[in-house]
């Protein structure tokens, strides 16, 4: 089936419908981490 | 002391979202704060530093990334269950995906596995992201 948002009579086939998907995706990434101390000595925090 | 760099191994956590409420859209996920609104289950040999850096990086990318992500999984294929009764598979053009990621839920649940594989140090984390995505909305 190759759905559109609405049929061609224009009924909201969606109202009330549940939909499943799913997928397993990867990838590289390069990012940023802040607020994270790397090498520091153990802060007590009241 | 905190270690001055910590790696990742593939290690798998897994995030539950249940019942997530009435009026979120799938677009809008990116925005939704993953580790306080999920069941979360970490590796049980992670310490708390690890926890705190893998976090940070999934938390990041999930914002950065999720509207892909959700996009990606849409194009693979989508289940449906009509409220008439209906139900079966099929595939969605870029239209249809545009309006499912912009329409309101009455709710949504999901669960997403993720692995991390790389090097986390003051430079940032460096590596490969893994995520398994299954994910269901009601309309």
Redesign the interface.
Known sequence: MEATSETESGDDWLAGSMIEFGGEISERVDLPLEGIEFGADDVNVA | ??????TFNDEEMTLTLTGIGAGWTFEQLGELRLFDEAQVQFPSNWDEFQI??AT??VQ??WRL?STT?LE???Q????????DGGS??????T??IE??LR?PLISMDGIFTIKLN?E???Q????????????????
């Not at chain 2, 002391?1 to 910590?6: D, H, N």
């Not at chain 2, 940032?124 to 309309?139: E, T």
């Open positions: 002391m905190t270690p001055p760099r910590v705190g850096v940070q990086v990041s990318n990334r992500f990606q999984s849409l693979a294929g989508i289940s449906y269950s009509l409220a079966g598979q099929m595939s969605a053009d239209q249809l309006h499912l329409r790389g986390a140090s003051a940032g984390f460096s590596g490969d992201f893994y995520i398994g995505l299954g994910i269901r909305g009601q309309f």
